[in-house]
């Protein structure tokens, strides 16, 4: 029997390996049968310690992660299922966690997931109902016993147990600050919101993996940390170079130099395996806690080459950190180089770069909130005795109508009733984020714009720069901004926040407190 995933994760002597399987959209083709064929030689060889499964990949219909999750189980080897935000709303995500515990699959990859692209008759309506850290948040307290609200049938009772064991992904490969400091600092929230370990989104600069390896260090993000390494050869390396995969990106030198290995080799998959291979080591000589091999053919000779040959790199992993540099021209890096290694050294740059000056409407808009909207201060006494009195009477609908025209003019507001300008430096998430986040950033933008609309900034590349210039940014790795509640949408938010019904009414999860 392979050791456990989460056995191996929780040894500090072991070094974790996985392999990402892809699914496709019917059991029926040989794809299928190559997958399980792959998943049987690596419950032999003994040396994978999971395979981790994708739920629609790149934002298409595929085949659930759970059948090829039950399959793999009953061969002895551990699926750990990723789990997305992107088509499911919080109820059937809920479902769901009750179907993978009566299943036993419980090794969850959380994230926030891909942007729905292809569908049947056309593109698939995006939900994210709930982000990553609501998630990660909903499914711990599963993990205690979740209780049911008196409201829900059946309420008042407190569920059993039940044993997930989740992770989360990060991206350190961002070029600019205001990209990657939101991607550490949702870490914190997602740490906090219980995520058992960490694994990083697909990268190629040494000095990136180092970095983080490094802030996890030195804020005592205590979780175990997995480096991803994807198998490119020139097909995918042109790939990744046009952008076409969000939030991975291959600069042309480190392109040129996996163009000129190929030429050499005279095989360019081989040359892609050698390549992860000397990646698995450099990330073993680090003092990651494993690696998450994805790409290539489904073909285990080929993961046994890799391993094989990693454990052949590893003496000299040092030499073969300068063969993993692929940082775009004025990439932001939070700790100073080590001119030895070619990594860091863990002691940060004492200047970041300069704060952006505060727009004259975000600063009226700090007063306005302090005069109007934080309790215990200005009006706000006056306001919560001016809403009771408008509530239900024959007044509210016109002072719905003109908050939301003065709302909609000055934040482009979609009428959620469930108001976080206040804890989003005035910048609405539901029209500036088009996946609707409230608690950090997805993966995926490039240079500083979404990758959705690469129009648009990142909404929240525009909150960091805001939070910057008032010297709060640090706002984004604290607290917990719970989701909306579509109960009030058209309702005025102004009321709701008054009146304790949108959601300043929940308390902040015991597991978010910051240790005294």
């Known amino acids: 029997m392979v050791c456990s995933f989460r056995k191996c994760l929780e040894n500090p002597e072991l070094f974790t390996i996985t392999y990402e399987l892809v699914p496709g959209r019917s059991t ?42 039950r399959e793999i189980l009953k061969l002895g080897l551990e699926p750990v299922l990723h789990f997305t935000c992107k088509d499911k709303n919080r109820n059937q995500i809920e479902s ?41 948040q909903l499914i711990t307290e599963m993990e205690k016993g979740i209780e049911l609200p008196p409201e829900a049938p059946g309420g008042g009772v407190k569920l059993p147990p039940m044993p997930f064991f989740k992770g989360c992904v990060v991206t350190p490969f961002k070029k600019l600050e205001a990209e990657l400091m939101p991607q550490y600092y949702k870490l914190h929230r997602k740490i906090k919101a219980g995520a058992h370990f960490v694994i990083t989104q697909v990268g190629f600069d040494a000095r990136k993996f180092h970095e983080l390896l490094l802030y996890m260090r030195e804020e005592k993000l205590n979780v175990p940390l997995i480096g991803s390494v994807f198998i490119t050869d020139v097909r995918m390396a042109r790939i990744f170079h046009k952008g ?10 480190y392109l040129a130099q996996i163009e000129e290995e190929s030429r050499q080799e005279k095989d360019s998959y081989r040359a892609a395996l050698i390549r992860a291979a000397k990646l698995v080591a450099v990330l073993k000589g680090m003092g990651y806690d494993g690696v998450h091999i994805s790409g290539g053919r489904v073909s285990y000779e080929d993961i046994a080459f890799i391993l094989d040959k990693a454990e052949e790199f590893y003496p000299r992993w040092q030499e073969l950190v300068a063969e993993f540099q692929n940082a775009p021209e004025g990439t932001f890096y939070l700790y100073r180089k080590d001119p030895e290694t070619g990594l860091n050294i863990p002691e940060r740059y004492e200047k970041l770069a300069p704060a952006q000056k505060k727009p004259l409407m975000f600063t009226l808009n700090l007063w306005m909130h302090d005069l109007f909207f934080e309790p215990g201060k200005g009006f706000y006494n006056f306001a919560v005795k001016y809403a009771q009195k ?6 509210e609908p016109w002072f719905t109508r003109f908050e939301y025209a003065v709302k909609g003019f000055l934040f482009d ?7 976080t300008l206040g804890e989003m430096a005035y910048l609405c998430p539901q029209s500036g984020c088009a996946k609707n986040l409230l608690n950090g950033p997805c993966g995926g933008s490039k240079d500083g714009y979404c990758e959705v609309d690469s129009s648009k900034k990142c909404h929240y590349v525009k909150v960091y720069e805001r939070l910057k210039a008032i010297g709060k ?16 949408s058209g309702r005025s938010s102004w009321l709701n926040f008054y009146l ?5 009414r929940h308390p902040v999860p015991e597991n978010f407190q910051e240790p005294r």
């Open 28 to 69: 029926r083709l040989r794809q299928f049968q190559k997958i399980i064929k792959f998943a049987e030689e690596a419950t032999k060889d003994g040396r994978l310690h999971g395979l981790t499964i994708t739920e629609n990949a790149g934002g298409h219909p595929a085949l659930s992660p759970a059948v090829l999750g």
């Open 96 to 136: 769901t966690l009750f179907a993978r515990d009566r299943e036993g699959l419980h090794n969850l990859l959380v994230m926030t997931g891909d942007f729905p692209l292809y569908g049947f008759m056309g593109r698939a309506k995006p939900v994210f109902d709930l982000d990553a850290v609501h998630l990660l």
């Open 244 to 253: 076409i995969i969000p939030g991975i990106e291959i600069t042309p030198q």
């Open 390 to 395: 408008i509530n239900g009477s024959s007044f």
């Open 413 to 419: 507001c979609q009428r959620c009733g469930d108001c």
């Open 473 to 488: 940014r640090h706002l984004l790795k604290e607290g917990f901004i719970p989701p909306r509640d579509w109960g009030l």
């Open 500 to 504: 304790g019904r949108d959601h300043h």
